[in-house]
């Protein structure tokens, strides 16, 4: 079945360092793909989307191209800052009509440190 | 703030009780989804529905349950529980073009402790 694997994290950084963190896929079909930011203690937010095979998502300095020949979507900043340490979860959204369900990877914890 | 709300935000009950966990979607959404957040299992899908009917199941149990009813909020009923049911459990809402599935939108959650 469709399934997200993302990098092992805690992923620790200093203030202004340079970001990836790594997300594969194996799906069926065109899936849309996700980046998804869980804050401590809060709900899950969209960070950014891509729909299609070389888009780009893109928010908040934050970036992900859709890459279908390396089943990729990983994620980027050129610069992070404190407020950016939370929990990031890569998710797809497979195959066509009305279900939709999304699907997690395991999430990777970023800390960011001043 | 995404629109969703999810009450409780807390639930702290014994093992063998039954909870309900509420869920009003965006307006104008017509599919809810509900997610278990545990720290064995990671985020999993457990139910969708769309316009009140059962559109997909996934890796819920048969001791939960859900609706949604005719005002497009939606319940999450768990039963008989269990301390591995511990968990924060999400609600997210997205549809309101039925013919193309877009974002989903996640409520703040409700995270329930089983003592």
């Known amino acids: 079945g469709d399934s997200v694997t993302q990098m092992e994290g805690p992923v620790t950084l200093s203030e202004e360092a340079f970001l990836t963190i790594n997300c594969t896929y194996t799906a069926t079909g065109y899936p849309s793909l996700f980046w998804y930011v869980q804050y401590p203690g809060e709900g899950l937010q969209l960070l950014l989307k891509?729909?299609?095979?070389?888009d780009k998502g893109s928010n908040k300095g934050f970036e992900a191209t859709y890459r279908k020949e390396t089943t990729s979507f990983h994620l980027e900043k050129g610069s992070v800052q404190v407020s950016d340490s939370a929990v990031y979860f890569c998710a797809l959204r497979g195959g066509s009509g009305n279900t939709g369900k999304l699907i997690f990877g395991q999430g990777t914890t970023l800390q960011v440190k001043p | 703030d995404s629109g969703v709300t999810q009450t409780p935000k807390h639930l702290i009950t014994a093992t063998g009780q039954r909870v309900t966990l509420r869920c009003s979607p965006r307006s104008g959404d017509l599919s809810v989804y509900w997610y278990q957040q545990s720290l064995d299992q990671g985020l999993q899908f457990l139910i969708q529905?769309?316009?009140?009917?059962?559109?997909a199941k996934g890796n819920i149990l048969e001791r939960f349950s859900a609706q949604q009813f005719p005002d497009l909020h939606s319940e999450l009923n768990l039963s008989s529980l269990e301390l591995g049911d511990s968990a924060l459990y999400f609600c997210a809402s997205s549809v309101r073009d039925p013919l193309r599935p877009d974002t989903q939108y996640f409520g703040p959650g409700t995270r329930l402790t089983v003592l």
């Open positions: 529905y769309y316009n009140g009917e059962e559109r």
């Open positions: 891509a729909t299609k095979a070389d």
